[in-house]
């Protein structure tokens, strides 16, 4: 396990240095979308519509967040389950998505549609909303702004923690870290 | 009889879901020091940092401790010696729902129809649950429910041969099969017998019981013990990321059943098990 700082975007040369199991701290821009607005998205690309962000190599956070108070940026801030956007995930990676930043476990066709595209899964610590509130700058409300917390927003983030879940080999932490601790 | 205006009700629901979202009770601090003390992952002993930084973060600069503020689950006891004036009590209490969610900055995570899902904007209706009792006091609990760990609960409609060993398999199962999504260190609440609805209604009151604290029954104080045990040594961890601590506690209630069967509900929390008290 390595720390390391990425500057975003990601890229299919910078998700090469980043294995299962490394601490990271990303700065640069991420956008949030969780399960409406990824129904949306899926519709769009259905009927041939444009998406309202461009998929290549961005990093998707899966996250809606409790509202701001005045003079801040944005409410509580953490990662919501990401095996409900794993329906949608795989067309989305297809199209050029770097990086998803959520927490729990994926299908098996995200995992293969991960390595397929080289990209990754990173993960923040559930439940942590308030501090993770705190590397969040600036956030601007740009697609879908009548879903309320679920509108896609895009985020100006400042060494923004997360922890690499999936690499594009395809080395999942969730299954060596238990291995490496379970005594059952 | 004493008489109780139902906007006290509406007022004390309002504070308890702010305050259930931004502070929680000294049982689950505890907790949380005691798994940071167990735990033997470095990057799990480094969560359980980041979750007591964030409680603190929390407090200090009232932003709520997870973004999910949940679903709000009221608990009710009524003493059958109150008479409730000035209105119905669910409107009171979904009143305060709204007022504690909206003036909270809290996240308003309901919609009103399962399949249609327009959020109502306000997180109401909350889940009411009421009881008569003896006495002249109302009881109120709030505990706002989050979804990642929610979704991960389960029924099981056990048969009586399967006994303890099934419910003890039942449990285990539901909690692998969490894992990482439900927001480990997590807190367990089990409900063993009654009918279908009853078990899984005593799975989530078991929740609000503290952390820490055991069944007087012996062979429930000892499956609470034992199980606890268990479950750390699945390997999940805090974050679901490795370790040895992957629950805080397993609350346990039970209730006589039929002959025929042995209903098991589990309630899976986060660490953010939030529940705020007041008695009127």
Not at chain 1, 34 to 48: F, I, T, Y
Not at chain 1, 121 to 150: N, Q
Not at chain 2, 219 to 240: A, F, M, T, Y
């Amino acid at each position: 396990m390595k720390t390391l700082h990425i500057t975003l975007p990601l890229t299919e040369e910078n998700t090469k240095e980043l294995k299962a199991g490394d601490y990271v701290y990303l700065t640069g821009t991420i956008y949030t979308a969780r399960d409406a607005a990824h129904k949306r998205m899926d519709e769009a690309l259905s009927k041939g519509e444009n998406l309202p962000i461009n998929m290549k190599d961005n990093t998707i956070y899966y996250m809606g967040p409790s509202p701001a108070r005045e003079g801040r940026p944005i409410g509580s801030a953490g990662p919501t389950t990401a095996s409900r956007m794993d329906k949608y995930a795989p067309k989305l990676l297809d199209l050029g998505l770097r990086g998803m930043i959520g927490k729990g476990r994926r299908s098996e066709a995200v995992l293969d549609a991960i390595v397929r595209n080289k990209a990754v899964y990173l993960a923040a610590v559930g439940g942590a909303g308030a501090l993770l509130s705190k590397a969040i700058e600036k956030t601007e409300v740009v697609a879908y702004d009548d879903l309320g917390t679920e509108a896609i927003r895009k985020l100006e983030v400042k060494d923004f923690p997360v922890i690499v879940v999936v690499d594009n080999e395809g080395n999942n932490l969730y299954d060596i870290a238990l291995k490496d601790y379970a005594r059952i | 009889m004493r008489e109780l205006s139902v906007d006290k009700i509406t007022e004390a629901v309002r504070d308890m879901c702010i305050e259930a979202n931004h502070e929680l009770a000294d049982d689950m601090k505890k907790a949380f020091s005691l798994g940071k003390e167990k735990e033997e992952s470095p990057l799990g002993k480094q969560i359980f940092e980041q979750l007591e930084e964030n409680l603190k973060i929390a407090h200090e600069d009232m932003i709520p401790i997870c973004q999910d503020t949940g679903m709000a689950v009221v608990f009710v006891n009524i003493g059958q010696d109150v008479h409730l004036t000035g209105g119905s009590l669910t409107d009171a209490i979904n009143e305060g729902v709204r007022r504690g969610y909206v003036e909270g900055y809290l996240r308003k995570s309901v919609v009103s129809d399962p399949i249609e899902r327009i959020n109502t904007k306000d997180n109401t209706p909350a889940i009411i649950h009421t009881e008569i009792v003896e006495g002249d006091k109302v009881e109120i609990t709030v505990a706002p429910k989050g979804f990642g760990s929610e979704n991960m609960s389960r029924v099981f409609m056990l048969k009586p041969a399967d006994g303890i060993e099934g419910v003890r398999n039942a449990i285990l199962t539901a909690v692998k099969d969490a894992g990482p999504n439900a927001c480990p260190p997590m807190v367990i609440g089990v409900g063993i017998g009654g009918t279908f609805e009853k078990c899984a209604l005593m799975a989530k009151k078991a929740l609000t019981r503290d952390a820490g604290s055991h069944s007087e029954i012996e062979w429930v104080r000892k499956l609470e013990e034992e199980i606890l045990e268990d479950i750390n040594k699945s390997g999940i961890g805090p974050g679901g990321l490795g370790g040895t601590v992957t629950a805080l506690a397993v609350n346990v209630l039970t209730y006589p059943t039929h002959i025929a069967g042995l209903p098991v509900g589990i309630n899976i929390c986060c660490h953010v098990n939030r529940h705020a008290h007041r008695e009127l």
